[in-house]
Nanobody, 125 residues
Framework: QVQLVESGGGLVQAGGSLRLSCAASGRTFSSYSMGWFRQAPGREREFVAAISWIGGGTSSADSVKGRFTVSRDNAKNTLYLQMNSLKPEDTAVYYC??????????????????WGQGTQVTVSS
């Protein structure tokens, strides 16, 4: 089992940057593929980016490609999301999620077993 705690959210102007972190408990973080999702008020949960437990391969949504970068530090049990060139439409609660030994459809929220509590990101125009 793993517990996830996000941090790093806040209020930023359009064009600015934020780095989200997701700290994981336990000693098996490296065995989890990790994902970032977001949910804005009145909208469905949306895939943002993911990083595989094998080889560190990444994938991201078209809406954030070229602006957001997902990475992980297994020694620190931490997942990151570097967000640049932020837009007002990026405003949402951002969640990290974990799926142990998983390789496949990272954009499907159903494959993730563990979720953090979320961190609010607000981008002003």
């Amino acid at each position: 089992q793993v517990q996830l705690v996000e941090s790093g959210g806040g209020l930023v102007q359009a064009g600015g940057s934020l780095r989200l972190s997701c700290a994981a408990s336990g000693r098996t973080f490296s065995s989890y593929s990790m994902g970032w999702f977001r949910q804005a008020p009145g909208r469905e949960r949306e895939f943002v980016a993911a990083i595989s437990w094998i080889g560190g391969g990444t994938s991201s949504a078209d809406s954030v490609k070229g602006r957001f970068t997902v990475s992980r530090d297994n020694a620190k049990n931490t997942l990151y999301l570097q967000m640049n060139s932020l837009k007002p439409e990026d405003t949402a609660v951002y969640y990290c999620a974990a799926a142990q030994y998983y390789s496949g459809s990272y954009s499907n929220f159903r494959v993730y077993d563990y979720w953090g509590q979320g961190t609010q990101v607000t981008v002003s125009s």
